[in-house]
């Protein structure tokens, strides 16, 4: 049997998909299904058979009594106008939902770096606690740790223009 520490861990973690996923509604479920409908190879497959078979039907190749579009097929016209605006218009939410999926996640992350942040915070106490009581001079580790933070900064700046972007 594991010995059980009395000092139990402090960190909060977050599943963001699952924050994510808890926050959405009917409409947002419907617009990712439509939108991942028309992003689809059967779709398209779909919207040229059926176009194809409009443009057949309406030149008269089965007939003249079937032709109930002529040429120059305006109510084709008319319903390819009107598919691409409503399709346009669930692209847009589902990217609208994708940016605010991307900024819940970014502030979980947040969350999740300043609870991790205020943990190993603690544990540096904890490692200067026990160096002093022990007389262990640690001042090159934390002088190390400092530098190697400070090289992060260094080569991994972040720029107005990154923010921009």
Do not use: C
């Not at 909060?12 to 190879?41: K, W």
């Not at 544990?123 to 001042?139: A, F, T, V």
């Amino acid at each position: 049997m594991a010995n059980k520490s009395k000092y139990q861990s402090t960190l909060t973690t977050f599943n963001t998909n699952e924050q994510v996923r808890r926050l959405r509604t009917y409409g947002d479920r419907l617009s990712d299904r439509i939108t991942a409908l028309a992003g689809s190879s059967g779709f398209l497959a779909l919207n040229t058979v059926i176009f194809i078979a409009w443009i057949l039907i309406n030149t008269g190749q089965f007939g003249d009594n079937l032709i109930f579009d002529e040429y120059p097929f305006g109510f084709l016209t008319l319903a390819v106008s009107l598919e691409a605006i409503i399709l346009a218009v669930f692209v847009l939410i589902s990217q609208n939902r994708q940016t605010k999926r991307s900024e819940i996640r970014s502030e979980l992350d947040y969350l999740t770096d300043l609870s991790a942040d205020a943990e190993i915070n603690a544990i540096i106490g904890i490692l200067e606690r026990l160096s002093d009581k022990n007389n262990i001079d640690i001042s090159d580790l934390l002088s190390d740790l400092e530098t190697t933070q400070k090289k992060i900064v260094r080569e991994h700046p972040v720029s107005k223009r990154d923010l921009e972007e």
